[in-house]
């Protein structure tokens, strides 16, 4: 399974004045716990990390230091996420049918949480990890005032991995250029163009590191596992 990792974020909301994906967490960089379980992951061979150009001598150290043994390719970030994604496909082997794409910021993931998505996405052509919801949501106006309540028990907290097939996923990033479509996660667009997308359970623990808080609970799980 071919695997692509965005990581060109500019961790503006960590307050970081680098890549959040270059902070310590538990002696590491964050980044480096998210390529140790997608190494540890069996389903997966071929790793694709993309990222700022200028953030590249630290990610070849990185993985030097861990040394890794899967295939590695350096991609060139975006100035978004969906951006950054786009360019990932764009620069897959051409034998790839199907690639599962994990936010690096989600150090946490577990190398099972890959494998089942990997193992998923050959029976389907699009699915994510995802968690219920466990607070009550509320749609919200400009004004602070809400507008409504969905029925919590329909609603789904998205994660990464997010797995599809190759040739449906490019279509529906060059539909969402065609139309100016600006979405946070991949499903979106999937979901946007019409096609079906699967929900694998997810992990609680797989949280994406956003802020200095998520920093510290980072640190607490990593120190209580294996
Ligand atoms: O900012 P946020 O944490 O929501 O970003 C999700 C993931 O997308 C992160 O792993 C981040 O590095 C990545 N990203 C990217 N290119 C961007 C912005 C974010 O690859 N331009």
Request: aromatic share 4%; net charge neutral.
């Amino acid at each position: 399974m071919h695997l692509l990792i965005p990581a060109a974020g500019s961790g503006k909301r960590m307050g970081a004045n680098c890549n959040k994906l270059l902070l310590q967490v538990r002696s590491k960089p964050l980044i480096a716990w998210t390529l140790l379980a997608a190494e540890a992951a069996s389903s997966i061979s071929w790793i694709g990390i993309v990222s700022q150009p200028p953030d590249w001598d630290d990610f070849k150290s990185i993985i030097a230091d861990l040394k890794l043994k899967k295939t590695i390719a350096l991609i060139s970030g975006g100035a978004t996420r969906q951006e950054s994604v786009y360019n990932g496909l764009q620069a897959l082997p051409t034998n790839a049918e199907q690639v599962l794409i994990h936010d690096g910021a989600r150090c946490l993931v577990t190398p099972n949480l890959f494998d089942a998505c990997s193992d998923v996405i050959l029976h389907c052509s699009g699915l994510i990890a995802a968690v219920p919801v466990k607070d009550t949501i509320k749609v919200v106006d400009e004004n602070g005032i809400i507008k409504g309540t969905p029925e919590r028990k329909q609603l789904w907290a998205a994660q990464t991995p997010q797995g599809f097939d190759v040739n449906l996923l490019k279509h529906c990033h060059a539909e969402g250029i065609r139309q100016g479509w600006e979405v946070t996660d991949d499903a979106a667009l999937f979901e946007k163009c019409g096609l079906e997308v699967r929900i694998v359970p997810g992990e609680e623990t797989n949280l994406k590191i956003t802020t200095p808080q998520d920093l510290a609970i980072a640190e607490f799980i990593l120190s209580h596992r294996k």
